[in-house]
């Protein structure tokens, strides 16, 4: 059973070793059908270049397993509640990527200084706070979930427009229409982490995308009205 979502997360998790954003084990993937609410997800500690789609988990909304022989990752918790906080996403990526954890362990967003960074976000990348005691100690991988929707909500912000997110002194967070999708935003995510913060090396005072350009790089990729890469033509 699940073959689609098995398959799809182990594609993804494949693309996060081939983009260079997961070395060694740090990271993970999954991709979720919503109409079982069950997601497949990279079993816990194993290297890539052991996994297949067969060693994929199956694991509900709720976080408990539904199939597989190995242990989800130890991030299963935390990808269930963005799947159940947030209903248009299809995959979910956690990576340690080097860049992106720098800004994470500097409790800071990426600022939104260009257009590479407008093509992939709408504004900056936000930072959520760090964990309480309590909350580490306590459901720590599902508190890591609950602190990023809070962030989302608590700042009114669209998960559907910003499509990652940075845990104050962890890493980063992505997801998408799709497991796919999800791992491209991280890889996209590292490069325009590695651009701001050389551009806040070399130009201190760097101002940040203007709103009209911001809105004409985003909008022209993404939307109703986007208008960028070839349309499908129907008989």
């Not at 999954?30 to 609410?37: L, N, P, V």
């Not at 022989?69 to 947030?86: G, I, K, Q, R, Y």
């Not at 130009?203 to 009209?212: L, R, T």
């Amino acid at each position: 059973m699940f073959e689609t979502i098995k398959n799809q997360a182990y594609e993804a998790n494949m693309l996060l070793y081939r983009y260079g954003v997961a070395p060694f084990t740090w990271g993970n993937a999954s991709a979720c059908d919503r109409e079982t609410r069950v997601f497949a997800i990279k079993p816990s500690g194993v290297p890539y270049e052991e996994l297949s789609p067969d060693k994929m988990v199956i694991v509900d909304f709720d976080g408990n397993k539904v199939e597989g022989a190995l242990s989800p990752s130890s991030d299963t918790p935390t990808h269930a509640v963005l799947f159940s906080a947030f209903p248009k996403i299809g995959g979910v990526v956690h990576t340690h990527s080097l860049n992106a954890v720098v800004f994470a362990q500097a409790g800071l967003p990426i600022p939104a200084f260009g257009t590479t960074h407008a093509d992939f976000c709408y504004g900056d990348v936000p930072c959520a706070r760090a964990l309480t005691e309590a909350e580490v100690k306590g459901e720590y991988e599902k508190n890591t979930g609950l602190v990023i929707v809070e962030h989302f909500r608590e700042n009114k912000l669209d998960e559907n427009a910003i499509p990652a997110v940075l845990v104050r002194s962890h890493g980063p967070f992505c997801w998408g229409k799709d497991a796919k999708t999800a791992a491209y935003n991280a890889a996209v995510l590292e490069i325009v982490a590695e651009m701001a913060l050389k551009t806040c090396r070399l130009a201190p005072d760097a101002q940040e995308i203007p709103s009209f350009l911001l809105d004409k790089h985003y909008l022209r990729k993404h939307g109703k009205n986007a208008y960028y890469g070839q349309r499908q033509e129907h008989d």
